[in-house]
T-cell receptor, first 109, second 116 residues
Framework: GQNIDQPTEMTATEGAIVQINCTYQ??????LFWYQQHAGEAPTFLSY??LDGLEEKGRFSSFLSRSKGYSYLLLKELQMKDSASYLC??????????WGAGTKLIIKP | GAVVSQHPSWVICKSGTSVKIECRSL??????MFWYRQFPKQSLMLMAT?????????EQGVEKDKFLINHASLTLSTLTVTSAHPEDSSFYIC????????????FGEGSRLTVL
């Protein structure tokens, strides 16, 4: 079956760095997405990886290893506004997104 | 980037009534839109895929007669929750593919439904 695993909750300190891991098992693979979702709001797109390696976009970076079925989202210089849920989603061979349950990130001052 | 607008943002209704939620792509044409439901502290659950000009494709366990989807134009899809019950209370979100990245989804603002 198809499955996405990511931690339920993580806590980090303002100004620090945090890495949110995601492992996936899908029927075929057409890319890995990360979305940010603040409480009570719809998700917003953060990143997309389809090739192995690290994609950097400002304070956020995303990494993919297709052979390991593994990705992570790296957040640097954490700000209080980064407190949100981070959703990992893998696209299968039918271009359907398989969603993880999300990782709630709590930022402490 | 592409904009998807959803309306209403909040709706409260009595049990047994029907509620319609609209999802519009404002600056692009969306042949396919997706409807999700999200319960508190849970991830998105795909309910159905809405295809312009044809019937929606429902996920397993989603009642198509209860959750009516109409995708009459390239910019509008509607979800009607018929004979709503308190257990239908949830956050409903639509999305459409419209970004430069293949498969990137743009989400509407979401509609929070409370059935009394």
């Amino acid at each position: 079956g198809q499955n996405i695993d990511q931690p339920t909750e993580m806590t980090a300190t303002e100004g620090a760095i945090v890495q949110i891991n995601c492992t996936y098992q899908t029927s075929g693979f057409n890319g890995l997405f990360w979305y940010q979702q603040h409480a009570g709001e719809a998700p917003t797109f953060l990143s997309y990886n389809v090739l192995d390696g690290l994609e950097e976009k400002g304070r956020f970076s995303s990494f993919l290893s297709r052979s390991k079925g593994y990705s992570y989202l790296l957040l640097k210089e954490l700000q209080m506004k980064d407190s949100a849920s981070y959703l990992c989603a893998a696209m299968d061979s039918n271009y359907q997104l398989i969603w993880g349950a999300g990782t709630k990130l709590i930022i402490k001052p | 980037g592409a904009v998807v607008s959803q309306h209403p943002s909040w709706v409260i209704c009595k049990s047994g009534t029907s509620v319609k939620i609209e999802c519009r792509s404002l600056d692009f044409q969306a042949t396919t839109m997706f409807w999700y439901r999200q319960f508190p502290k849970q991830s998105l659950m795909l309910m159905a895929t809405s295809n312009e000009g044809s019937k929606a494709t429902y996920e397993q366990g989603v009642e198509k007669d209860k959750f009516l989807i109409n995708h009459a134009s390239l910019t509008l899809s509607t979800l009607t929750v018929t004979s709503a019950h308190p257990e239908d209370s949830s956050f409903y979100i639509c999305s459409a593919r419209g970004g430069r990245v293949a498969g990137e989804l743009f989400f509407g603002e979401g509609s929070r439904l409370t059935v009394l």
